[in-house]
């Protein structure tokens, strides 16, 4: 269940350098079966889960952390991430449902690098469901359709610095991105950053939905029918500007599909989401988010020129990736080269020239050149760089 009660305060303490935030959370688990250790354990890992989504802070796995809270009676543990210490405020079981109430210290997230502090928007796309017989078991033939939403809106909700694009209501064939003969349609990238004016493009593909074994007996009538169902899916990252694939993972889950055989079920619904095979899609999900934002915190943040007119351009880095009037950025050529098999690598050739940004807007900026060189050689498309350190060690 997705309820939440969360405060968060403000506290310092003098004796450390930083202001800690601390989050009173609940998170709640169905308490309908026997096992109510398993139930407990759920209820706490969601809600250290709502926890750093609202603070923005990871850890190596929320699973461990749960475990750890509750190998203790008193739940009060402290951990070796951004999470200092977790207490027990309360717990209880209503209606089937239990409610786990944490208090957590949370620091603030520490900056790795400079690049961390400027946003990189990446285009996330309709998955690909690479075996649709598989989805025959409760009719779940929109799963790729529905898991790509759940996985924009979890991206959404997180404080990172990877900012997703939604295109997830068209159909791509993905499968040559996965191969490794570097034969995928390269414009594809350019058209899909074309129209969301993001650097990186995240592919998908869902590989296995096959149930693997029914926990019940066809002899028991009396008991709803319970199969174990796999969900494997793979991503893809590129760089619109390069083309290049700039990260690649596999994910892989099991969980207990509780639906009769027949049943026909909507994958967008919260009785989905809900059950144990939902949740683990979501934790791969969650996996994602963090896996995503640790790979792209530190790449450099690139645009293009979009229009120049003689000592000013047009580039399409904006607001919402951080820039600010006054930056300064780099600028490099853009060229392909061609190889065998028509095809076309790119290449950027680095220059002298700087310009600074004068006007910054949403998902553009204007930047001035502020060298004597006059910039006749720069063209639209080549590539800008911003360039982390103070403008005047650049000024001539």
């Known amino acids: 269940m997705n309820k939440l009660s969360c405060i968060a305060l403000v506290t310092s303490a003098l004796s450390l350098p930083c202001k800690a935030e601390w ?14 250790a398993a139930a407990r354990q759920e209820a706490v890992q969601d809600a ?4 750093l989504i609202f603070s923005g802070a990871t850890v190596s796995s929320v699973q461990t952390l749960a475990d750890g809270v509750l190998a203790q009676d008193h739940i009060k543990i402290k951990s070796h991430g951004e999470i200092q210490e977790i207490n027990l405020v309360s717990e209880n079981t209503k209606d089937g449902v239990m409610s786990v109430t944490l208090h957590l210290d949370i620091f603030p997230k520490q900056q790795k690098c400079p690049e961390e502090s400027f946003s990189k928007q990446i285009t996330v796309t309709q998955s690909q469901l690479i075996q649709p ?3 025959r078991l409760g009719q779940i033939f929109d799963i790729h ?5 759940r996985l924009y809106q979890t991206l959404m909700q997180r404080n990172m610095t990877v900012k997703p694009i939604p295109f997830i209501d068209k159909s791509l064939n993905v499968r040559a991105f996965f191969s490794q003969n570097f034969d995928y349609d390269k414009q594809l990238i350019e058209s899909l950053t074309a129209t969301s004016n993001s650097q990186y493009v995240l592919l998908s593909q869902i590989t296995d939905l096959a149930s693997t074994q029914q926990l019940n007996s066809d002899y028991a009538f009396w008991q709803d029918d319970e199969y174990v169902r796999s969900f494997k899916i793979d991503f893809v990252a590129f760089d619109a500007l390069t083309k290049d ?4 993972q596999h994910y892989s889950v099991t969980g207990i599909w509780p639906f009769e055989k027949t049943k026909i079920i909507d994958v967008y619904s919260d009785t ?8 683990r899609i979501q934790s791969v999900f969650n996996s994602l988010a963090q896996d995503l934002d640790q790979a792209f915190a530190c ?6 020129i979009l229009h120049k007119d003689q000592d000013q351009l047009v580039i399409n880095l904006g607001r919402a990736h951080g820039i600010k009037e006054g930056q300064v950025l780099s600028v490099a050529h853009r060229s392909d080269v ?5 095809q076309f690598f790119s290449r950027s050739i680095q220059t002298i020239n700087r310009v600074k940004v004068t006007q910054v807007n949403a998902q553009n900026a204007i930047a001035q050149n502020i060298q004597n060189r006059p910039m006749n050689n720069i063209q639209v498309n080549d590539i800008v760089e911003l360039i982390i350190t103070p403008p005047e060690d650049f000024a001539l």
């Open 338 to 342: 061609a190889g065998e098999r028509n």
């Open 133 to 135: 017989h598989q989805a």
């Open 245 to 248: 694939k700039v990260w690649q």
């Open 272 to 279: 989905f989401w809900h059950t144990d095979y939902g949740k």
């Open 145 to 149: 359709k529905s898991s790509s939403e």
């Open 23 to 36: 989050f009173e959370v609940t998170g709640y688990a169905n308490a309908y079966t026997s096992d109510r």
């Open 48 to 51: 250290i889960t709502q926890a």
């Open 299 to 304: 790449m450099p943040t690139k645009g293009k």
